[in-house]
C-alpha cells in the first residue's frame, strides 16, 4: 500500500463567509472562527477542537501516514496548528507538508480543484509511479471509506455513495452530483448539477443513485496529464477535479473503479452546517483521544 493522501483546504470557503441567521444558535467563537479561518479549521469540536483534527484521525487509523493539506496563500491558522515547516511536520503518526495554491493576478479566489491537486504533485514528485487519496477537508470521510481506497487494487477508485443514506434535506441532495458506471462498476461520467431527466437516467434497478462526495484514489502518473487539459468551468470560472476525473474515465475505461457505499458523510460547506456537525461529533467522537486505538 501507498499511504499516500491529499486534502484539498485551499478554497476561500465564500459559502461558509456568508452571513449567519440570528435563528441559528451558533456561538461567538465559531462564528469568528466561520469567518475568519479556513473551514477545516473551525472548532466544532470538544473544547474547539478543529474539524480537520476529526478527518486527520480517520485517515491515521485507516493506514495513511503522508499528508499534503492543500492550503490558501493567505491562510496559517493550519500551520499554526499542524507545524509550521514546509513539510515533514510530525503530528500523531502522520507526516504533514503544505502545498500552497495561490490566488492568480486578476481573480478574487483560486483556480479550483484541479489547480489544488497539481500543486500538491508538484510538491510530491516522489510519488510518481504511486497511487494517493484525495478528498475535500470539509468532509469528515469514515475510516472504512478511506480504508477501501487505500486498499484498492485497482488504477483508481472513488466512493460511490447510496444518496438514500445522505442525512441532509432533498434540495441540498439533489444538488450533489450523480455517478455513471459501466456494467463492470467503472465509472463513465460524474455529472454536476444534475437535472431529473439525469438523474433518472443514473438511477439503477434498485432504486440507487450513486453520487460523488469527491473523494478519489489515482494514480499520479495517470492524472497529473489529464489535470493540464482541463478547461475552465464556464460559470463558475474554476478547473473542477470531478471534471479531470471524468475527462480520464472517457480516455481510459478501466482507470476509475466505483466502490458502492451506504453511509452518511458529515459536511461543513454552510454555516447552517455547524450545529449538526457539532451534534455528530458529541455523538460519534465523545471519547476522541489521539491515544486511543
Known amino acids: 500500500m501507498e499511504p499516500n493522501i ?7 470557503s465564500s459559502r461558509m463567509k456568508k452571513s449567519v441567521s440570528a435563528s441559528e444558535k451558533i456561538d461567538t467563537a465559531l462564528l469568528r472562527d466561520a469567518q475568519e479561518k479556513s473551514k477545516a479549521m473551525i472548532g466544532v469540536g470538544e473544547r474547539h477542537r478543529p474539524f480537520l483534527d476529526y478527518l486527520l484521525y480517520n485517515i491515521r487509523e485507516s493506514g495513511y501516514r503522508d499528508v499534503v493539506i492543500v492550503v490558501g496563500e493567505r491562510d ?6 499542524y507545524g509550521k515547516a514546509d513539510r515533514n511536520n510530525s503530528f500523531h503518526g502522520l507526516t504533514i507538508s503544505y502545498a500552497i495554491q495561490t490566488i492568480p493576478e486578476g481573480r478574487s479566489k483560486p483556480l479550483g ?13 516522489d510519488w510518481r509511479g504511486k497511487k494517493f487519496t484525495v ?10 471509506a478511506l480504508t477501501l481506497l487505500l486498499r484498492t487494487p485497482h488504477k483508481g477508485a472513488m466512493i460511490d455513495y447510496d444518496r438514500r443514506a445522505l442525512l441532509f434535506d432533498q434540495d441540498r441532495i439533489e444538488q450533489f452530483s450523480v455517478t455513471k458506471k459501466n456494467a463492470e462498476g467503472f465509472l463513465t461520467n460524474i ?24 473523494i478519489f484514489r489515482l494514480s ?12 475552465l468551468h464556464p460559470i463558475r470560472q474554476e478547473k473542477e477535479l470531478p471534471i479531470a476525473v471524468s475527462m480520464m474515465a472517457a480516455e481510459d475505461p478501466t482507470s476509475m473503479m466505483t466502490i458502492p457505499l451506504s453511509e452518511h458523510v458529515p459536511d461543513l460547506t454552510h454555516p447552517a452546517d455547524i450545529v449538526p456537525v457539532q451534534e455528530f461529533l458529541k455523538r460519534e467522537f465523545a471519547d476522541f483521544s489521539w491515544d486511543k486505538r
Do not use: F, W
Request: proline share 4%.
Open 191 to 214: 455529472i454536476e448539477k444534475p437535472s431529473r431527466e439525469e438523474i433518472a437516467r443514473a438511477t439503477d434497478a434498485t432504486g440507487r443513485i450513486g453520487v460523488s462526495m469527491n
Open 6 to 12: 491529499v486534502i484539498l483546504a485551499g478554497g476561500i
Open 76 to 81: 496559517h491558522t493550519l500551520r499554526e496548528y
Open 113 to 125: 480543484t484541479v489547480d489544488a491537486v497539481q500543486q500538491a504533485l508538484l510538491l510530491r514528485t
Open 220 to 231: 499520479y502518473d495517470i492524472i497529473l496529464p489529464v489535470l493540464g487539459r482541463v478547461p
Open 135 to 144: 478528498c475535500n477537508s470539509d468532509n469528515l470521510y469514515t475510516q472504512r
